[in-house]
């Protein structure tokens, strides 16, 4: 934030810089942020504030009310923020950023912070006397990571977005096992559901309850079976239609549950237990959007990371030598008509291929959690990698 003044003396604090009665803000009205209007870095993080703090704060360039402020000089408005509380105390520097921040929803952990931990306010002083003295810098690294316009981030169109695309990542889930359900787990199939019913009962007692949650302990016929598929399908279409939304995600999460659980070996591959746990998330994403997509980007960090490291720890030297897709598109099990050309392509490619998947696996996911261009980088790598794997194999 704006130019900071480096504590020196630690009584010098809010309690103790007080403004006179003539300069107080009036009773009853919000706290005053007063910043340097000619810095473009103040001028940046001031509106930001603005918009996170809305009308529980008012924020004036020191230029235009300075003079209702005589005790304080102009030498100490350019060098920081100053923050007048309707009492009349005053704080400036970092101080008063966390004070601004304290009325931003969410945002009060700062000041607690600043407050109460040993050794956090120094630390906090002079970080903001170094990024005061390096404003045209940090002016830039602001706009090249949040760009020209910052704004407080608001979930409500992706979270629409994500639940409503979910459900038909859902919709094709229920529908593809129903479909087969019979023959994989029906009273004739390969692994009949009745018989790992009666199994699991038969050595696990009540505890089986928690070892394999699912509907089917109430009733594992080839009826109970069709109707938890299909319902699930109905209920994917809901969700797509927005009727109902968190009683269908609560409810499409205990029917698939069910049936990974009910699937035995049909319904033990990564990408269920991907489902499920993104279910959960899509959950609480529907109750607290910015819970969600933190679970969400966490997930998702998690997903992609994971994918470079096991391809590292797998023993297999191919990987390491960058060789790997040399016979990835002609050993993979459902390989689709492009992978025979991308199988042609000259090594130098498939090797920088090969690097830039760990690329994007292991580097690109940390972006995940930054400022909002660096992610929108992260974003765009990992979609360019899924697309090429759906160009060239058949994965679900």
Not at 83 to 109: M, Q
Not at 155 to 163: E, H, I, R
Not at 318 to 340: C, E, M, V
Request: hydrophobic share 50%; glycine share 6%.
């Amino acid at each position: 934030m704006p130019a900071p003044i480096l504590v020196v003396h630690v009584q010098e604090t809010f309690e103790n810089q007080p403004v006179t009665a003539a300069e107080k803000p009036a009773q009853g009205a919000p706290p005053l942020l007063i910043y340097d209007g000619d810095c473009g870095f103040c001028v940046y993080w001031a509106r930001y504030w603005q918009k996170l703090t809305s009308d529980r704060v008012n924020y004036r360039p020191y230029q235009e009310v300075a003079a209702q402020y005589p005790e304080i000089s102009q030498a100490e408005f350019q060098r920081a923020v100053q923050y007048i509380a309707p009492d009349g105390r005053r704080a400036s520097a970092a101080e008063a950023s966390f004070l601004t921040l304290s009325h931003a929803p969410g945002k009060g952990v700062w000041l607690r912070l600043y407050k109460h931990l040993p050794g956090f306010a120094p630390v906090s002083e002079w970080a903001y006397a170094f990024t005061a003295a390096h404003r045209p810098q940090f002016f830039r690294v602001s706009k090249l990571l949040w760009g020209r316009t910052h704004e407080p981030p608001r979930y409500d169109l992706v979270s629409f977005l994500f639940l409503r695309l979910f459900g038909l990542i859902y919709l094709s889930a229920f529908v593809s096992f129903a479909v087969q359900a019979q023959g994989l787990i029906g009273s004739h199939g390969i692994q009949p559901l009745a018989e790992f019913v009666n199994n699991v009962a038969a050595h696990y007692g009540a505890e089986r309850f928690y070892l394999a949650p699912m509907v089917f302990w109430l009733n594992d016929s080839d009826t109970a079976i069709q109707i938890v598929s299909w319902v699930g399908a109905v209920l994917s279409l809901l969700l797509v239609v927005n009727v109902f939304p968190r009683a269908c995600l609560a409810l499409l999460f205990v029917l698939y549950l069910s049936l990974t659980n009910a699937g035995q070996a049909f319904m033990t591959y990564q990408w269920d237990q991907f489902l499920l746990e993104t279910g959960f998330a899509a959950l609480l994403l529907s109750f607290g959007p910015t819970t969600g997509v933190w679970l969400l980007r966490w997930l998702l960090f998690r997903f992609m990371f994971m994918s470079g490291v096991v391809k590292l720890l797998s023993g297999d030297p191919n990987w390491w030598n960058l060789s790997a897709l040399s016979y990835h598109f002609l050993t993979q099990p459902l390989p689709t008509p492009l992978a025979w050309y991308a199988a042609q392509l000259r090594t130098g490619v498939l090797k920088f291929a090969t690097g830039a998947t760990f690329v994007i696996e292991l580097v690109l996911p940390f972006l995940i959690f930054a400022p909002r261009q660096l992610r929108f980088c992260a974003a765009f790598g990992i979609l360019l990698l899924e697309s090429f794997i759906l160009l060239t194999g058949n994965y679900n």
